[in-house]
């Protein structure tokens, strides 16, 4: 089972919980190549590789 995150509501004290397989950065840690394409500089940006492959193993495993 995933990861469970609880968000409380300020103004009315609700609960609403979420639950992950995966959590992705994608906000800074790359380079531009001059083609246009990000490239990762540290182990904590997620590239579209990184995401595909952890979709499509979530797909293979929920197929089984």
């Known amino acids: 089972m995933g990861k469970t995150t ?3 509501d300020k103004e009315t004290g ?3 919980n979420y639950t992950f397989d995966y959590s992705f950065w994608s906000h800074d840690g790359f380079e531009t190549t001059p083609e246009g394409l ?3 500089t ?3 940006y997620a590239d579209q ?4 492959n952890a979709v499509t ?8």
């Open 6 to 8: 609880i968000i409380i």
């Open 14 to 16: 609700a609960k609403k």
């Open 38 to 40: 990000y490239v990762a």
């Open 42 to 44: 540290n182990d904590h």
């Open 49 to 52: 590789k990184t995401v595909y």
């Open 57 to 64: 193993s979530l797909l293979s495993d929920s197929l089984h």
